[in-house]
């Protein structure tokens, strides 16, 4: 019963394309996550933007490059057709097993964090052994504690504060491990992701900020440094940490990774336009392990990468599809304390989680679709057996905290592995639309 009226609101709300408002026909999905008839892009491209190689997404306005055979070239978004079909035939029956209920109502006997208080967002369906929805918070506005685009989230473990960055309102917010609101400041320039350093002041990806990459700031939103000095065009995006207390941030305009020393100046960096091992499409998101290899979300390309510090490719983990294991436009990644890799698959409206090696584990969240029109997880971290999921969706942006318990993976951590340093930050990033986004490097 519940089902069906579920699959009602997804079919109104979330299967229409928003030129035409029918039900999508041949599907095409945009690296911003939108979706659009194929038609309906091709004519609203050839109206006024064809000639200019690049178009702004009718709902976000990011710009987006033409791909060479047009908008053919766009990957065909599968998961909508799929769940087109599974709404017409589910309208009247229940086809799965499990059932719907409010999250909070399943108490933890062992929570430690303080009651969570239940809100509309955590009804769900529900499948046996997916981890319990204890919260969700943060909101979509443009007021003191609103958030539009969230476009990075880490944790301070100086201030036991979760940090998210919201690339479209420019600002940093602090929430407690409980969701609980602390705080936030406004920057003067765009920011992209965000990471901790292990002195506990934070690290901004940014771009107009003269030809700076980078900004440190102190937990008052004071700036206390400005790094790089010829960066004004590389658009760059993910930022992190890695335990030697270099920075790696990577940059979607040259479809590379750049390393910085521990004093923040350049020290190489790697990768270049293309679908080869050695390459990037819109490498969003970064995070380190705990020998400091590099973990890619490979957007464009729909894969995972995992590099050594020295830029040498370890892993090429995934392809576009809708399979555990495959991906859809990758986002934020975050690496656990036994090296197991969580990434915010957004497309496919989920959060994967693989071995060290690449061997896909579980899906803890999935059809984040419930949670309002078109929301998908744009990026993910583990705090303290919480994993705290970022989601944006059509006028929606908000953060959800699950019970889990990443300790039931960590055979898959070889023995010996080194373990992270007590209060190391792992960085991570999440995606979001910069207002200058392409396929293109030049
Ligand atoms: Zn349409
Ligand atoms: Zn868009």
Redesign the pocket.
């Known amino acids: 019963m519940a089902n069906s009226s579920v699959a009602g609101q997804i079919e109104t709300t979330f299967l229409s394309?928003s030129?035409?408002m029918?039900h999508?026909?041949k599907p095409k999905a945009l690296p911003c996550l939108h979706t659009?008839?194929e038609d309906?892009l091709r004519d609203y491209i050839v109206s006024r933007f064809e000639s200019a190689g690049q178009f702004p997404c009718p709902i976000c306005r990011q710009l987006v490059y033409i791909p060479p055979n047009g908008v053919y070239g766009f990957p065909d978004n599968h998961f909508i057709l799929s769940l087109q079909d599974t709404v017409t035939h589910s309208s009247s029956q229940n086809t799965e097993s499990g059932s719907f209920e409010y999250s909070y109502h399943q108490k933890n006997e062992d929570l430690s964090l303080p009651l969570l208080q239940p809100d509309k967002y955590s009804v769900r369906f529900t499948k046996p052994g997916s981890p319990r929805l204890l919260k969700t918070f943060g909101h979509f506005g443009l007021d003191q504690d609103g958030l539009v685009h969230i476009s990075g989230l880490t944790y301070s473990s100086m201030t036991g504060d979760i940090l998210v960055a919201d690339c479209s309102l420019n600002k940093v917010l602090a929430y407690s491990k409980s969701g609980d609101y602390r705080g936030g400041f406004v920057c003067d320039c765009s920011i992209r992701d965000i990471a901790v350093t292990a002195h506990g002041s934070i690290l901004l990806a940014v771009s107009r900020a003269g030809s700076a990459i980078m900004r440190e700031y102190g937990y008052e939103g004071n700036v206390i440094a400005s790094y790089g000095s010829f960066y004004k065009y590389e658009n760059p995006f993910g930022i992190c940490v890695s335990r030697m207390g270099k920075v790696i941030i990577s940059s979607l305009q040259h479809n590379n990774i750049h390393i910085f020393t521990e004093r923040k100046k350049p020290s190489f960096k790697f990768g270049s336009r293309g679908s080869g091992s050695n390459h990037f499409l819109l490498p969003y998101y970064v995070a380190v392990n705990s020998r400091d290899d590099i973990v890619v979300s490979d957007s464009g390309n729909h894969r995972l990468k995992i590099h050594k510090n020295d830029g040498t490719v370890l892993h090429v983990i995934g392809q576009q599809g809708s399979q555990s294991g495959e991906f859809f436009y990758p986002q934020g990644v975050f690496v656990d304390k036994h090296d197991n890799i969580y990434v915010a698959d957004a497309n496919n409206f989920r959060v994967q989680v693989f071995s060290p090696e690449g061997e896909y584990l579980s899906t803890p969240v999935e059809n984040t679709y419930e949670f309002g029109v078109d929301v998908k997880p744009t990026n993910v971290i583990v705090v303290d057996n919480r994993l705290v999921v970022a989601l944006r969706g059509t006028r929606v942006s908000l953060l959800q905290i699950y019970d889990w318990d990443d300790s039931k993976y960590s055979q898959s951590a070889k023995t010996g592995r080194k373990q992270p340093a007590p209060g190391g930050l792992l960085g991570c990033c999440c995606p979001c639309l910069s207002s200058n986004l392409s396929y293109d490097d030049i």
């Open positions: 394309c030129i035409c029918e999508f026909k659009f008839c309906c």
